[in-house]
């Protein structure tokens, strides 16, 4: 019945490896370029070709039903950690990989290339992979904090005073979070015995009613999950992180950002399905979460700070998603979380370029960019169009969805949300836009050097990526409405 | 519960309260940083006494057993059954190691960053360095 295959690993333990390698390799630039892009190549190639199924590192699956889970007895407890791979996983880890590569290859393409910069880079890829694929709750925390660690890594790398701080009060919450995620897989070990989050997803449904203890449990596994994705009350901690990276690493921590939030969503609907009050505490922040974020966006008047707010509000849409708690509700926020990445990184990808060829992304500052790069400005607009949910673009699909979801879950009032966030959205960067490209009196000079091929490539692959989504979107989102169906959730 | 895990659960709220409070109210970087560390340590204290069983044998440390050791190893000891229903739940140790060994590198990038903005600021008061900011 499953396949266990061996391929499904080494999309974690690969990028861990390679970043040890290139960590040694540091100062040897022409190594650490070519072994990051052979591995590149292979990091897309393994999700590709790896067939769904589930990896056993040790030990049994347990497919016996569970009558009795109070005791902690040691032939009771599944030892082994286990990944899982299925449709979910299988696109979020392409799209993860394609998008990883887009930013190495930015990164190369800029000569920054160093040693341990790509090690954190392939550092950051291994954990995200790992918190998509574990079907262990603890190798999801380990991870998660590996992630964190990177993360902040990567930001310190920029080398500014403001990114130093960034990177400490990420690392600081990263502390509170990380001890609340272990604590309530501690309260979770102590009360069932089980660390493999499909067993405790049958132990606590056979087990009825959640005890107290799994109630605290549950809280303090979703204060984790709204840090992790950067969620309120922690959207300020994430926007900051992005504001203060490089913006061609933004838009790879957006997009692990957005994936961890789907894995730890995903966890948090197995594991306590038969738990009402989570779906309207999931519901409440991501409500929250979009308004803020939005409004926020609407006010910032500097193009990395605004994309970022603009990122934060985007993933609130999908945790609204989550918070339907229908699989068609779940379904449509996973989907709008692959649209959403997307649009994000060809934006980031703009603000990089922008950034290079202007040395500013103030927005008071810059102006009359349409007559230096047209093709930008013209790939910015349809970004701008694809991110609001505008047709025929990707995000249009999933929001669409979205508010279906809404009306069918019977808050039909969240509905009006979605079309209000995209407007807000539309709003924020079309005024950036104007900024840019079209409005008179540059106080910047360009930067005539800086040509960004590489960059206007990425940037024009992707937005027809966006366009092939919004033309043909049951070829991604019929997987992942199966997948959702399948777990019963 | 035995007495002995009531009070251990006790010392884990404390340094978790403790760690917290440094952690959100004290402005030396220094202390926010030690803050961080009492609570990674409560946490840490909270699963080790989950696995304490009282009375129980700890598998760790009887030189009989070792890593390799398979049921039969000990069979002339115990039977398997009854071993493992009367040792101590040994996967929260394993837990606590690896957490140890997270909270250490986390700890040394946390102490890293605070030398930075020392050097930078020439001062510990986080309400100095993060000064101006929105």
């Not at chain 1, 789907?262 to 038969?274: D, E, K, Q, T, Y």
């Amino acid at each position: 019945m499953l396949n266990n295959s061996t391929l499904i690993p080494l999309m974690v333990v690969l990028p861990l490896i390679m970043a040890i390698l290139v960590n040694f390799l540091h100062q040897k630039d022409k190594s650490v370029k070519f072994i990051s892009i052979v591995s590149l190549i292979v990091f897309v190639f393994i999700p590709v070709v790896t067939l769904y199924g589930v990896h056993l590192f040790s030990g049994h699956l347990r497919t016996g039903s569970f009558p009795e889970v109070s005791k902690i007895l040691i032939p009771e407890v599944y030892m082994g950690i286990v990944y899982s791979y299925g449709a979910v996983q299988k696109i979020l880890m392409v799209v993860l990989t394609i998008l990883t590569g887009f930013s190495v290859l930015a990164v190369i393409n800029k000569k920054m290339i160093s040693g341990v910069y790509m090690a954190m880079i392939f550092i950051s890829l291994a954990a995200s992979s790992a918190i998509i694929l574990a079907d262990d709750i603890f190798n999801f925390f380990v991870f998660t904090e590996i992630l964190v660690v990177a993360q902040a890594a990567l930001v310190i790398a920029v080398q500014e005073a403001k990114s130093f701080k960034a990177a400490f009060k990420y690392m600081i919450f990263g502390t509170i979070s990380g001890a609340s995620i272990l604590l309530g897989i501690a309260l979770l070990l102590g009360s069932y015995g089980l660390l493999n989050i499909t067993d405790l997803s049958h132990a606590i449904q056979a087990g009825g009613a959640l005890t107290p203890i799994g109630l605290v449990a549950v809280a303090l596994l979703t204060l984790g999950w709204l840090y992790e994705s950067g969620l309120f009350p922690f959207h300020i901690i994430k926007s900051n992180i992005y504001e203060n990276a490089r913006p061609e690493i933004s838009a790879l921590l957006q997009v692990q950002s957005k994936f961890v939030l789907v894995a730890m969503a995903l966890i948090l609907f197995r594991v306590f399905s038969g738990y009402a009050l989570l779906k309207s505490v999931i519901l409440g922040f991501a409500i929250f979460t979009v308004v803020i974020g939005s409004v926020m966006a609407l006010q910032q008047v500097e193009l990395r700070k605004l994309l970022s707010f603009v990122a934060v509000s985007q993933a609130g849409l999908v945790a609204v998603g989550f918070g339907l708690g229908t699989p068609f509700g779940i379904a449509a926020g996973i989907f709008h979380a692959i649209n959403d990445v997307l649009s994000m990184a060809i934006l980031f990808f703009i603000a990089s370029f922008v950034y290079d060829k202007f040395k500013t992304t103030k927005l008071d500052e810059l102006g009359e960019g349409l007559q230096v790069v047209p093709l930008v400005g013209f790939v910015m607009l349809l970004a701008t169009l694809a991110i609001s949910g505008v047709p025929p673009f990707n995000s249009y699909q999933s929001e669409w969805r979205l508010i279906q979801a809404s009306a069918q879950a019977g808050v039909p009032e969240l509905g009006i949300l979605v079309i209000l966030l995209s407007v807000a959205t539309f709003v924020a960067i079309i005024k950036a836009f104007y900024m840019i490209f079209m409005k008179p009196g540059s106080k910047v000079e360009v930067n005539k050097e800086v040509r960004g091929n590489l960059t206007k490539a990425i940037i024009v692959i992707l937005i027809l990526a966006c366009l092939l989504i919004g033309l043909f979107p049951n070829m991604v989102y019929d997987p992942i409405y199966n997948f959702v169906v399948s777990l019963g959730v | 519960m035995e007495p002995f895990q009531v009070g251990s659960f006790l010392t884990a709220g404390v340094l978790i309260v403790t760690g917290l409070w440094a952690l959100l109210m004290m402005d030396n970087i220094l202390k926010k940083i030690i803050g961080a560390n009492l609570i990674g340590d409560g946490v840490n204290l909270v699963l080790i006494t989950i696995g304490y069983r009282p009375g129980g044998f700890i598998p760790e440390v009887m030189h009989h057993f070792h890593a390799t050791a398979t049921p039969s190893s000990y069979s002339h000891l115990l039977e398997f059954g009854e071993f493992a229903s009367n040792a101590s739940y040994s996967l929260p140790f394993a837990l606590v190691l690896t957490n140890i060994v997270i909270g250490a590198s986390t700890l040394s990038v946390m102490l890293a960053l605070a030398v930075v903005l020392y050097n930078k600021y020439h001062t510990l008061s986080v309400h100095k360095m993060f000064e101006g900011e929105d």
